[in-house]
């Protein structure tokens, strides 16, 4: 498999967020990307061979991002209302870690909010860890600050359920 990453690209990585490869390092003879997240002050080493398995992908295009943005308005997939299976769910679309699965996370929980009721403290930790992802990733696309990427996340949810964004702790 070619290897289509390098150093100084900027990465998403579903366990982290974010991130921008900093240098290809060997250990125990295999190709690790040394990645640092800066939202969260940290660096990672994930193996450069199997990227595709464990969800380490370049960021989108901002062309990419507005079909995100047009899937965010359209109809949320009804999520279940047992807490446990919900988990099952959102942790199964966090781990895929595309830009789509992920702002799909955060509409499929404010419908849910909105329709079925209150969210589970497991829920508003998935909804935030959502947020933050696609802050960082939007952030990187359009080369914004982190307080512009987060206006333009809370103006998504705003405009799409015509209520306030919720800010969960």
Do not use: C, W
């Amino acid at each position: 498999m070619v290897n289509l990453l390098k150093g100084g690209d900027s990465v998403f990585y579903p366990f982290h967020g974010t991130g921008t490869i900093e240098s290809t390092e060997y250990m125990r003879e295999r190709e690790y990307f040394k990645i640092f997240f800066p939202f969260k002050k940290l660096h990672v080493f994930v193996p450069s061979q199997n990227e595709n398995q464990n969800g380490l992908r370049p960021i989108i295009s901002l062309e990419q991002l507005e079909q995100v943005k047009l899937d965010f308005y359209d109809n949320g997939v009804p999520l279940p209302s047992s807490v446990s299976e919900r988990s099952k769910v959102l942790d199964s679309k966090m781990k895929l870690g595309t830009t789509l699965e992920i702002s799909q996370i955060i509409r499929d929980l404010m419908h849910f909010h909105t329709t079925d009721g209150r969210l589970s403290q497991s829920d508003k930790k998935v909804y935030k860890n959502a947020e933050e992802f696609l802050i960082g990733e939007i952030q990187e696309i359009k080369n914004i600050s982190y307080d512009q990427a987060s206006s333009d996340v809370k103006s998504l949810v705003e405009n799409r359920f015509k209520i306030d964004a919720p800010t969960f702790r």
